[in-house]
């Protein structure tokens, strides 16, 4: 992201862990602006507000708080530290932070003011310097004004489960836990991400930067790890029991989502274990001996149910469980708002369904949920990853049952596979061959899968801005550092995930906080999945010479067998999806007809109607799932563009000279 002067030294607004910052030449009344930000994403925190503005009225930092660890008001936000000269707004959980407390007592004889997770993040600073970031375990997003040295910082987590968005306007940095929160500010604004891993810096002199502090790292893939199975299964065990046992830690009740899967199951079986055997407790929650579990339910002729087998494991582990029925008219009634929360498209209205799901907890009171998500990346759990677990044999593991004759058919037979399902579904299986992006990335499938469904909907004008390649988009996306280490150095297993930017945002923080619910990821512990991370690709997915099959997430299974059915231990992979086939005249069918319409395809101005006409006929009429996709995609766009105001987008002069 290149660097940009400004003026004088900036704005900065973050709501819900927030900062606002307004020149002191340009005197804009920032009380006000910041608390209209506030206002939009109120969802995100209801329980109080609270801002801070420097006496210069150049930085003013905002929050709207989910009071979950210290409910008295020595954990409301902003922090400031004793000199006042400190100030911090933090969203989200960090882990550990008795720990931390006790080891920065020996250390430095700065007095925490109460007991809130969020406030070590001054001490840390205080002490580590920009370092502090290294020392947090957990999902945040925080911004920190150092008024002194007129330093200002934003950051978010290893995994970016909690987003973080900035943009310019003005003489103005801002930034926010959301991108609605910029609505209140005036003119046109180019909105970025702060990437999983990363902080943005801004010094007096405008001066902003935008670095790494945290990378995913494998060991070589030539050397052998020494470790018995047991071993491994055992580590596994130990750390995600720990990441499981730091999350239940609240002031108020916690409970656990529940679905038909092995990985949300795992999590609960593990919550009851620490309840039952060791005594730990939900949060505060003094009942020690059942669990609240969470669950979705689609139609069961859908073939997309899984509630009977979450139902089985509820009744296996006697936890209590509230489920919610899905019906097609409840994904309907939901959409567009679950889209305004999700601020970007989704092809599945899987995210709708997760939107409905967190509701329930907070029907019922509770404001923190355990779930499931980032196993599948860490494990290998896709089906798209088996073609890259045989791409190359693993040296790493010489006990692999899989024989090098067998690895090589097994290989051939995915990738015919997977091609005839892409052309069963109508999507682009030519993008399956070799190309450069994928020789850039050692010719992993995730890059080709992702590119077989792009849209190819774009008006003819946007061609001015370069070919529209998504492969490239994907291998571009990772650093030179990153690239050679997966040519040379990393198995192809380990160079595919696609968490940050569609399962944590549209099916997890963003349709959750939309609630005013908290989600805690214990398979995105970092101890954990850098644990994880270290293991041979043959225990992730593992070759059953018998049954001639694959087990996904083999020693994810092993690991958490003690606590879960026998049903859930052998049943395959079943990724959580909304059905994609609705009748006609139905109340989708309805919706989608009046967003897809040619008054607001031309209003988006990139799209050509001449390419979306006729979407919505062939997804409910002749019942093709990619045209679902597409449609569900496109009216998304619709509702984001006209709940946003958005303007339409119009072609640079001379555009059709460029083409030329």
Avoid at 242 to 267: E, K, N, T, W
Avoid at 335 to 344: N, Q, R, S, V
Avoid at 481 to 497: D, F, M, Y
Wanted: charged share 25%.
């Amino acid at each position: 992201m290149p660097a940009f002067p400004f003026p004088s030294f900036s704005t900065k607004l973050s709501t819900s862990c927030v900062a606002s910052a307004v020149s002191s030449a340009l005197r804009i009344p920032a009380g006000q602006k910041l608390d209209d930000s506030l206002e939009i994403i109120k969802h995100r925190g209801p329980d109080s507000r609270g801002h801070w503005i420097s006496p210069d009225n150049r930085v003013a930092l905002g929050h709207v708080r989910l009071a979950i660890n210290d409910l008295t008001p020595d954990g409301a936000q902003p922090f400031h530290d004793d000199e006042d000269t400190i100030h911090a707004v933090v969203n989200g959980e960090l882990y550990d932070h008795e720990a931390i407390r006790a080891d920065l007592a020996t250390k430095t004889s700065y007095k925490l003011k109460g007991r809130s997770d969020c406030e070590i993040v001054i001490a840390l600073y205080k002490y580590y310097g920009l370092s502090f970031l290294s020392k947090l375990r957990g999902e945040f997003a925080l911004c920190l004004y150092d008024s002194r040295t007129q330093f200002f910082v934003a950051a978010r987590d290893r995994y970016g489960i909690k987003p973080l968005f900035w943009t310019r306007q003005e003489g103005r940095l801002l930034v926010a836990a959301e991108a609605k929160a910029f609505c209140r500010w005036a003119g046109s604004q180019r909105v970025a991400k702060i990437r999983p891993g990363h902080y943005l810096t801004c010094q007096s002199s405008g001066h902003i930067e935008q670095r790494q502090y945290w990378d995913i790292d494998y060991p070589d893939k030539r050397i052998l790890d020494p470790r018995s199975e047991d071993e491994m299964i055992e580590g596994v065990r130990e750390r995600l029991l720990d990441a499981i046992r730091v999350r239940l830690r609240a002031d108020v009740p916690v409970g656990v989502y529940l679905s038909g899967g092995i990985d949300s199951s795992a999590i609960a079986g593990m919550v009851t274990h620490l309840v039952k055997e060791q005594g730990e407790k939900m949060g505060n929650d003094k009942e020690t001996e059942r669990v609240s579990c969470f669950s979705i339910a689609f139609d069961e002729d859908s073939g997309f149910d899984e509630s009977s087998i979450a139902n089985r494991t509820a009744d296996f582990l006697g936890v209590k469980y509230y489920k919610k029925h899905m019906n097609e008219a409840a994904l309907a009634e939901r959409f567009e708002d679950a889209t305004w929360h999700c601020e970007h498209h989704n092809p599945d209205l899987n995210f709708v369904g997760k939107y409905a799901l967190s509701e329930v907890p907070r029907e019922v009171g509770f404001k923190v949920v355990l779930t499931g998500e980032g196993a599948d990346e860490s494990f290998g759990g896709y089906p798209v990853y088996l073609p890259d677990y045989l791409r190359e044999p693993d040296p790493s593991f010489p006990s692999n049952p899989l024989s090098e004759e067998e690895r090589l058919k097994q290989l051939e037979a995915t990738e015919i596979a997977a091609t005839e399902y892409y052309r069963s579904v109508g999507a682009d299986a030519s993008n399956r061959g070799p190309s450069l992006p994928r020789r850039m990335l050692n010719n992993i499938t995730t890059v080709s899968s992702m590119a077989a469904f792009s849209l190819t909907v774009y008006a003819p004008w946007t061609a001015c801005y370069g070919a529209c390649d998504a492969q490239q988009t994907i291998a571009n996306s990772a650093d030179g550092v990153k690239r050679e280490l997966i040519l040379t150095k990393w198995h192809p297993l380990r160079g595919a995930g696609h968490l940050a930017n569609i399962f944590l945002t549209c099916l997890g923080d963003r349709t959750e906080m939309a609630h005013s619910i908290e989600a805690r990821t214990p398979f995105l512990d970092h101890p954990l999945t850098e644990c994880v991370n270290g293991l041979p690709p043959s225990v992730k997915i593992r070759w059953d010479g018998k049954g001639k099959r694959f087990t996904e997430k083999w020693i994810l299974r092993e690991a958490c067998k003690p606590f879960i059915t026998k049903e859930l231990y052998e049943r395959k992979k079943h990724p959580y999806s909304a059905p994609t086939t609705y009748p006609t005249g139905g109340p989708l069918h309805k919706l989608l007809s009046g967003l897809i319409t040619r008054e607001n395809v031309e209003n988006l101005g990139f799209v050509d109607w001449s390419k979306v006409e006729g979407l919505v006929e062939r997804a409910f009429v002749q019942n093709e799932p990619l045209a679902m996709r597409f449609a569900f995609t496109v009216a998304q766009w619709v509702v984001i563009s006209q709940r946003f105001g958005v303007r339409k987008a119009e072609p640079p002069e001379g555009w059709k000279e460029g083409l030329d």
